[in-house]
T-cell receptor
């Protein structure tokens, strides 16, 4: 069965510093991977996806993610964090053969301090 | 383009009642999926509808049901509500372009509280 794991419940980073939110996956077949962000009292906002192609995926709001097949990881990164990036981040994998069924990680709360 | 809309945004019900939640997808999107979000279980897939047919179903009891209309709008129904059904219910839509896999876009959710 497909699964993703987010090993950190919370990540703290100072504004202006680079940030990384970790995600590892377990799939049968080729992985379709996603990152979403959730702000308080809001739904999920799509950040980026990896389907195939370049291992470095660029997304919205300056975020990018690196797909690493050997380490089965898909970490979310940003070169310079903003206080406004503070939110809950979810990694997800498409279930197979699940059409649009996504399996989500538990989420990582990112806190960016001024 | 307008995003995914969900109504109502907040709902309070008592145990044993039933509830219907509504979702309007982004114009042109034919796939609508529903997810339940709780602090304990996280985000869990309920079901997906495409062209008025349920295409996929998660591991939820039969009290949870849904449907999709010809205009792609979708409703989900929960009968005989239990306290554990208190959650944020999220609807997501995606474009089925056929050429590549498209991401899902989520609505703001309906916060259901069961007393």
């Amino acid at each position: 069965a497909q699964s993703v794991a987010q090993p950190e419940d919370q990540v703290n980073v100072a504004e202006g510093n680079p940030l990384t939110v970790k995600c590892t996956y377990s799939v049968s077949g080729n992985p379709y991977l996603f990152w979403y962000v959730q702000y308080p009292n809001r739904g999920l906002q799509f950040l980026l996806k990896y389907i195939t192609g370049d291992n470095l995926v660029k997304g919205s709001y300056g975020f990018e993610a690196e797909f690493n097949k050997s380490q089965t990881s898909f970490h979310l990164k940003k070169p310079s964090a903003l206080v406004s990036d503070s939110a809950l981040y979810f990694c997800a994998v498409r279930d197979y053969p699940g059409y649009n069924k996504l399996i989500f990680g538990a989420g990582t709360r990112l806190a960016v301090h001024p | 383009k307008a995003g995914v809309t969900q109504t109502p945004r907040y709902l309070i019900k008592t145990r044993g009642q039933q509830v219907t939640l509504s979702c309007s997808p982004i114009s042109g999107h034919r796939s609508v999926s529903w997810y339940q979000q709780t602090p304990g279980q996280g985000l869990q897939f309920l079901f997906e509808y495409f062209s008025e047919t349920q295409r996929n179903k998660g591991n939820f009891p039969g009290r949870f049901s849904g449907r999709q209309f010809s205009n792609s709008r979708s409703e989900m129904n929960v009968s005989t509500l239990e306290l554990g059904d208190s959650a944020l219910y999220l609807c997501a839509s995606s474009l089925e372009s056929g050429s590549s896999y498209n991401e899902q876009f989520f609505g703001p959710g309906t916060r259901l509280t069961v007393l």
